[in-house]
């Protein structure tokens, strides 16, 4: 995935919440969406995390970095 800025309104792909221009997203160029990266980044052990707004990534409740 390609973290990079929206250019064009969109709807992302987990949450169903709607993108807009200038938002931070995940971009997956294989498949083709798009993902909100939320305001919250973390990065551990060289791995980057997006924590949406109510504090859970974008991978939640598989992987456990909901709380941190």
């Known amino acids: 995935m390609i973290t990079m800025t929206a250019r064009k ?30 305001s919250d980044h973390i990065v551990i052990g060289g791995r980057d995390y997006y924590r949406n707004r109510a504090g859970r990534c974008e991978d939640a409740p598989c992987c456990g970095c909901c709380t941190i």
């Open 9 to 38: 309104p969109g709807r992302c792909s987990r949450s169903g919440q709607p993108i807009k221009p200038g938002d931070r997203i995940l971009w997956n160029p294989k498949t083709k969406t798009a993902i909100l990266a939320g």
